[in-house]
């Protein structure tokens, strides 16, 4: 079993940085790739971007390529979303997540393991 504790969400006005963390605690988390979904109000839940178990690849959605970041820290078994120039359209549920691969991918029913989700709102 892998947890996952997300933090780091909140208000933030148009333009402004946020940067998410994600806590992984159980098995060896290191041998896992992570990623960042989100989900918006009466939206599916989407593709942020994801890191390699190693943190060499990263991946991300072309909605936020430019603009956000996910750095890993595998000694302290956190992954981080660091999110600039912030849009209204970013805001949504963030959620972290767990595969036991050493690929990422953009598809949410290839992760095992989630986060409780952490809520970013970007006011205009």
């Known amino acids: 079993q892998v947890q996952l504790v997300e933090s780091g969400g909140g208000l933030v006005q148009a333009g402004g940085s946020l940067t998410l963390s994600c806590v992984a605690s159980?098995?060896?988390?290191?041998?896992?790739?992570m990623a960042w979904f989100r989900q918006a109000p009466g939206k599916e839940r989407e593709f942020v971007a994801t890191?390699?178990?190693?943190?060499?690849?990263?991946r991300y959605a072309d909605s936020v390529k430019g603009r956000f970041t996910i750095p890993r820290d595998s000694a302290e078994n956190t992954v981080y979303l660091q999110m600039n120039s912030l849009k209204e359209e970013d805001t949504a549920v963030y959620y972290c997540a767990a595969r036991a691969a050493r690929w990422g991918s953009v598809y949410a029913a290839e992760y095992d393991y989630w986060g409780q989700g952490t809520q970013v709102t970007v006011s205009s």
């Open positions: 890191s390699s178990w190693s943190g060499g690849i990263t």
């Open positions: 159980g098995r060896t988390v290191s041998r896992y790739t």
